[in-house]
């Protein structure tokens, strides 16, 4: 009953007729050659929530284009070739089922619905994306033969609320190719190929190779030449056919390899299980990996289980685990799980940029770090290429040796952390601790020798930071500022941290002196002792989440501080949904931490609802380009515990104001990942 009422008073939130401009999330991000300027592209407007049900909302897919003819596959009752790609959207609040709910591409009714549900293995392809703090749902479907070529629109309805505009482009051109067990034919769905490497040779820009269940590849599989920078031109996409669990790679060979000098670009890998040996996944300019599950249980080395250079990079929606071998004598502090770079060695750099992290799952990994973002010039090479434009965000990242987020040396321009989940980072499990071992680690700065070309801006926003650091090292603490503040402008707000363990709120050699709200305020510091003086308007209370222990909910419950607390970030553009896809408000305070509004995921009556928004739900706006650190001893579970919930009776009566207010990289460039030592 609790959970009904606070729905309700949702609805009455929103005003008649307001309206929410949605980011296209979509490969929507286009570095401009001439000046390196990075903008994101915004959709048009439509209605926001009118109804106890919340709305449905659309994230990614695993394709961005496709052809809407061409595709063999007559197991829904369809004519064989006459319609076209089988895409996955992911989002929330879809439902488990389709029942009465609709959705379209381009206005036009898909020819076939293959799974409309969670997003669980294999049914939204190998990454589990409804667990116990995402609840990702999805939808696979077929592009109709008449549905009109060019950038289209992919739009859910359910119980007659539509969702934002999800981009999507049509094609007329491109082969749908199949590879399956058994085959040996031509790579048509009656006679496919009999190996996931023969359909891959195969394709071209533009075409799609689907893979059914149980065709493997342990041995792994290299890129096709087609995929040479001088050939691509549209993506090559190799997909798991709707259901199919297929894997390539195991514990000793790369799932996905390179063998000709220059190739691996403009490549999409949907829906896989990805196993390594080192580097499981490289992905290069254009490159987009979606709805995959990577494991790389022995790695080691200067790479990562994912590595990755130059423009218009997407990483969504990908489970990364067991990635690091779990052998104390081989840990390899320069291996990590997600490592973006740059090139490296070049006579005249250039800006690399336009890469998103979003909505991947990390969890039990032992290499260092989930996410690297570095690309500093080494001994004895040139210069290296400055990278920038990264968006990280709505990711879950938990159990992390070293930092869970770091955007290092080599980091310029704008770039964004925001909503993110952060729990138990810093750790260590080797008797190495001498390196960082933070939540958000900011070390921004141009690569060596390259002359800065603008301001450096990191915006990091709305993140919640449960337990970061470990007993023994020095470097450690919810967040790394890096050795200067001078090279780059913070833009630090909202953020929950909420250290349980008692560790410090910042690495203690790194400190900002000064207050100046620009910068840093209104963030939430808990466990650690006062919260940092150069905070402004900051909280220094238990923020009262649903369960700061295993099973862990970071939601807030009813009576957090952290509620209405924030600052309003409209401005920035970005991040204007909650972790549960939630809007905030336009106007008027946000709440701290990834969560807005109460819980999706908690039991009835556990966690905590906004006041009611007085304005219109915020339009999306494109982008443009004393201290806290002494230890205190650790607080037990019951002096961390919330509060009791409140009774019916009790929330209706805090409420009561409210409703009355209401009511009125890569082979490709062998320099390109090497790196020194500690980074």
């Known amino acids: 009953m609790l959970w009904l009422a606070l729905s309700f008073i949702l609805v009455l939130a929103s005003p008649p007729g307001g309206t929410t401009d949605w980011l296209a999330l979509t490969a929507s991000s286009k570095p401009d050659p001439p000046d390196n300027v990075l903008t994101w592209t915004v959709g048009p407007t439509i209605p926001s929530v009118s109804s106890p049900t919340p709305s449905p909302v659309l994230y990614f897919t695993d394709l961005a284009s496709g052809p809407r003819s061409g595709n063999g596959d007559t197991s829904k009752g369809q004519v064989a070739n006459q319609d076209g790609a089988l895409v996955t959207v992911w989002g929330a609040n879809l439902g488990s089922a389709q029942g009465t709910s609709t959705i379209t591409l381009g206005g036009v009714t898909p020819t076939a619905i293959y799974y409309w549900g969670n997003a669980t293995a294999p049914n939204c392809g190998a990454a589990t994306l409804f667990n116990g703090y995402q609840r990702l749902q999805c939808v696979v479907f077929q592009v109709e033969h008449s549905t009109p070529t060019g950038a289209q629109n992919i739009v859910v309805a359910v119980n007659g609320i539509a969702s934002n505009p999800l981009p999507f482009t049509v094609q007329a051109t491109g082969r749908i190719l199949f590879a399956a067990s058994g085959g040996g034919g031509a790579g048509t769905f009656g006679s496919p190929y009999g190996s ?48 199919a669990a297929v894997r390539v790679g195991d514990s000793t060979h790369d799932g996905i390899g390179i063998t000709c000098s220059g190739c691996g670009y403009w490549m999409t890998y949907a829906k896989l299980t990805v196993f390594g040996a080192g580097r499981a996944v490289p992905l290069a300019d254009n490159g987009r990996i979606v709805g995959a599950q ?155 020798g390259v002359t800065p070309t603008g301001p450096i801006i990191g915006h990091v926003f709305n993140n919640t930071i449960l337990n970061a650091g470990n007993p023994r090292s020095t470097a450690r603490g919810a967040f790394n500022f890096g050795s200067s503040l001078g090279g780059w402008t913070p833009d630090l707000h909202n953020n929950v941290v909420l250290q349980a363990n008692g560790y410090p709120y910042l690495n203690p050699a790194q400190t900002p002196q000064a207050a100046d709200a620009a910068k840093w305020s209104n963030n939430l510091w808990y466990g650690a002792g006062a919260a940092p003086a150069w905070d402004t308007k900051s909280v ?140």
């Open 196 to 243: 996931i490497q023969a359909g891959f040779n195969a394709l071209n820009s533009g075409d799609i190779l689907y893979v059914k269940d149980g065709l493997n590849a342990p041995g792994g599989i290299t890129v096709p030449a087609s995929s040479h920078w001088r050939v691509a031109t549209a993506p090559l996409a190799i997909v798991a056919y709707p259901g």
């Open 294 to 448: 990577i494991e790389t249980p022995l790695g080691v080395g200067s790479t990562g289980a994912l590595e990755g250079f130059g423009n218009n990079l997407f990483i969504l929606g990908t489970e990364f685990t067991n990635c690091g071998t779990s052998v104390v004598a081989d840990f390899d502090r320069l291996y990590h799980v997600v490592y973006l770079g740059g090139r490296r060695s070049v006579a005249t750099p250039q800006l690399e940029s336009g890469r998103e992290i979003g909505w991947n799952y990390f969890h039990g990994n032992k290499a260092a770090r989930a996410v690297n973002i570095y690309n500093d010039a080494q001994p004895g090479q040139n210069y290296s290429n400055p990278i920038g434009g990264h968006r990280v965000h709505d990711n879950v990242i938990t159990d992390q040796q070293w930092d869970g987020i770091m955007l290092g040396v080599g980091t310029v321009g704008e770039n964004w952390i925001y909503n993110n989940l952060l729990i138990n980072t810093g750790q260590e499990f080797t008797a190495d601790f001498s390196g960082d071992h933070n939540g958000i680690n900011l070390k921004l700065s141009y690569p060596a």
């Open 540 to 679: 220094n209370a238990n923020p009262l989440l649903v369960s700061a222990v295993s099973p862990y909910d970071l939601h807030l419950r009813a009576t957090s501080p952290a509620i209405g607390a924030g600052a309003n970030m409209t401005s920035r553009g970005v991040g204007l949904l909650d972790f549960d896809g939630r809007p905030r408000p336009a106007s008027g305070a946000w709440s701290i931490g990834a969560y807005q509004l109460g819980t999706q995921a908690a039991g009835v009556g556990a966690s905590g609802q906004d006041p009611a928004p007085t304005g219109p739900i915020a339009p999306i706006r494109p982008a443009t380009s004393s201290d806290g650190t002494t230890e205190t001893p650790k607080r037990t579970a019951s002096e961390l515990s919330p509060v009791p919930p409140l009774t019916p009776p009790q929330l209706r009566r805090r409420l009561r104001p409210q409703l009355r207010r209401v009511k009125s990289r890569s082979p490709l460039c062998p320099t390109v990942f090497g790196r020194a030592a500690g980074t």
